[in-house]
């Protein structure tokens, strides 16, 4: 396991009781390098949405436990937020909450001449993902062949 897989599971491990004690979900941890920084960010949710409050509670908790454990050898910032309207599927729990749903699928290489797929989710295990385009067509991806997958945003 690589150091950044290491951090995520070692913080996702020690942040789940206090989001479960608030009877939030846990979305995702993701340990990241941007723009020359690191962040620890842990996105959180709960029926009716995340609010700013919600977000301070666990992150004050969260920085305590961290500051004891001392765990993570670089700096870094440490991010709580809700995952937004742009939630990727990334667990089992994504994708059952989303079945009938209309999703975005955006590929790493082009299928049929094209990267970003629409429709509604149909089927899903461990390797694969059915949807049923907007002309009935029927489409099957490889996880691995997916850079994105997420409910479609309509306005």
Not at 69 to 94: H, Q, T
Not at 110 to 139: C, H, M, W
């Amino acid at each position: 396991m690589s150091r950044k897989e290491v951090y995520e599971q070692r913080a996702e491990e020690m942040i789940l009781p206090l989001v479960e004690a608030q009877r939030f979900e846990l979305v995702d941890v993701e340990y990241v390098k941007e723009a020359g920084n690191w962040y620890l960010r842990v996105y959180i949710d709960k029926e009716g949405g995340i609010t700013v409050d919600d977000c301070e509670l666990i992150s004050r908790a969260f920085s305590d436990l961290l500051d004891e454990a001392d765990f993570i050898e670089d700096s870094y910032i440490l991010e709580v937020s809700s995952p937004g309207l742009g939630r990727p599927l990334k667990k089992e729990k994504d994708y059952a909450r989303s079945m009938g749903k209309e999703l975005e699928i955006r590929t790493y290489r082009p299928i049929d001449k094209q990267k970003e797929f629409y429709g509604i989710l149909l089927a899903y295990d461990n390797n694969s993902v059915t949807i049923e385009e907007q002309d009935k067509t029927r489409r099957t991806f490889e996880k691995k062949e997916i850079a994105l997958i997420r409910l479609a945003i309509d306005f």
